[in-house]
């Protein structure tokens, strides 16, 4: 990885983010990221693709064997460099690799290798300057650089494509790609997850009532209920990882689909590239695109669980609930009604996962019929994969600062404990304690339960011979369980709300994330 680094500032930027498990600091996302994410748009054409005008067309690399040049619509039609040119890194590094591979074999002299390093480094430069020109009639990010390549140092130009096919050099600049996309996603993910943690850490001890079937359930910790996100996050990072090392396998040298004659060393450029090894089978390596339905796949969920997250909050905010105040600087207003104060990024973000899940369904359906090996279809794979890293990105960052802008209104809270029976299941717990079987209990906890509705109380509110009128088994002691409060302190099994587990779990994440308690007051 090392000498990858050295030889291409490629994906330097995303690695900067590098997701560590248990070593993990806090920074300001690289604007580089950012800007390369947010080419990943969905436009197409003269506004996405700047072209030399009046320039006729060149032949194609291609078109020895035509006799014509394919119409302008055909040109419109199957053009990729309106997306596919923020690869442009990737492809300079595969190049670099190959042209090395290619001269340590003897296909190529180490002096045209030079040349076609320095050339490849001028027009990465260009391309980073804002002065390359992209020519839709050169297709693709790889036609563009190739051509311009040649424009540049003549005929050694000619002998890079030696040995490979757009089929194989697509795939490893697009595996280049999604690898440092997934670095990136998990870089933001644990942004997250940090800030999960610190409003935790900021809202010890404050009780909140929890849901079953959105009906009053039982009563938990908020810390616990901000961990449970937490949790959901360290899984969506997991299946990323997972991801990763399934896509890390090099297709270069497979060629169009059968490899080819001449004597390349595969292992040489899988290495130069930072991958595991090269895709055993050539005709896979060209066709698989399973690593991209599994990234898809991981991004889906992991903007499942932030709609989830986003459907709590906005819930939360509402004036029916009114347990939960964005800052002004994460809200918005409305055109029309100047009393409104919207929770608006989080809807966005639960209306967003729609779009990442389409992402994932497009690729579904793409991939669905196609037969071996490389079938043009294929080119539709990159702007879904495109849109949902921008997306899914975009979402874990404003979700982030959702987290770090909002307060939770104590004194609502406490207001609205009461309703619900939220210590019923405590109060059943206590009666197996008392040797009462769980189904007698339960029962027995229903009747008062009832008794409460009738009379318009709670269950702390009953008088001992009233709970004893619905089974002698009671005693004073009885109260000890009753309230919210105390329902809290019951709990003790691992995993569970009692303070002592939630302060457990929490110690855990501080740890795991490696917190500065110092940054959130403590």
């Known amino acids: 990885m090392e000498s990858l680094l050295s030889s291409s500032t490629s994906s330097s930027s995303f ?34 693709v700047s072209c030399a ?46 042209a090395s591979m290619l001269a340590h074999q003897g296909l190529m002299s180490n002096s045209d290798r030079d040349s076609i ?15 390359f020109v992209w020519r839709t009639d050169r297709e693709d990010v790889h036609m563009n650089i190739e051509a311009a390549l040649t424009d540049l140092i003549g005929e050694p130009a000619k002998k890079l494509h030696t040995a490979r096919s757009r089929n194989d050099q697509v795939l490893t600049d697009f595996r280049l790609w999604c690898r440092d996309a997934i670095d990136a996603i998990l870089s933001f993910i644990k942004r997250l997850q940090v800030s999960l943690v610190t409003l935790a850490e900021k809202n010890e001890g404050l009780i909140v009532p929890g849901y079953t079937h959105m009906q009053r359930a039982q009563p938990v910790l908020l810390q616990h209920l901000l961990l449970a996100y937490v949790e959901q996050l360290e899984r969506d990072a997991g299946r990323l990882l997972d991801c990763r090392v399934r896509l890390n396998f090099c297709p270069l040298g497979a060629c169009a689909l059968a490899g080819t004659g001449l004597p390349i060393d595969r292992f040489m450029t899988s ?72 929770p608006d990024p989080m809807e966005l973000v639960r209306g967003k996962s729609a779009r990442v899940v389409g992402d994932l369904v497009s690729l579904l359906v793409l991939c669905k019929g196609l037969p071996h090996a490389y079938n043009r279809d294929l080119q539709e794979d990159k702007e879904p994969v495109f849109d949902s890293v921008k997306t899914i990105i975009g979402m874990l960052e404003v979700s982030a600062e959702f987290a770090q802008n909002i307060t939770f209104n104590q004194e609502r809270i406490k207001k609205a404990l009461p309703a619900g029976h939220l210590d019923a299941t405590t109060l059943a717990d206590y009666l197996v304690k008392k040797a009462i079987p769980f189904r007698t209990s339960h029962d027995i906890v229903g009747r008062a339960v009832g008794c409460c509705v009738s009379k ?49 779990q929490l110690e855990y994440w501080i740890s795991e994330l490696n917190i500065n308690r110092v940054a959130v007051g403590q």
């Open 15 to 48: 690695l900067r983010l590098l997701y560590t498990p248990t070593k993990y600091t806090l920074s300001r996302p690289q604007p580089l990221l950012l800007s390369l994410i947010a080419q990943g748009s969905r436009q197409r054409g003269p506004a996405a």
């Open 53 to 98: 005008m009046g320039q006729s067309k060149e032949a194609k690399l291609w078109g020895g064997r035509f006799e014509e040049s394919v119409t302008d619509a055909v040109e419109r039609f199957t053009e990729s460099i309106s997306y596919d040119k923020q690869l442009y890194k990737h492809d300079i590094m595969g190049s670099r690799a190959h």
């Open 117 to 131: 390093l320095q050339g490849l480094d001028k027009i990465e430069k260009q391309i980073e300057a804002g002065k």
């Open 271 to 342: 290495k130069a590239l930072g991958f595991t090894a090269p895709l055993r089978n050539s005709i896979d390596a060209v066709s698989d695109r399973d690593f991209v339905l599994e990234f898809l796949s991981a991004n889906s969920i992991i903007a499942i669980h932030l709609s989830r997250i986003g459907e709590e909050w906005v819930m939360w905010a509402s004036e029916e609930f009114g347990f939960l105040t964005p800052s002004d600087s994460v809200s918005t207003g409305s055109s029309i009604m100047p009393q409104k104060k919207n």
């Open 456 to 504: 318009n109380c709670q269950l702390q509110d009953l008088s001992l011979d009233e709970l004893r009128s619905i089974d002698p088994v009671f005693e004073k002691d009885v109260y000890e369980f009753l309230g919210v409060e105390n329902s809290i302190k019951k709990f003790c099994s691992y995993g569970s709300t009692g303070a002592e587990c939630v302060a457990s």
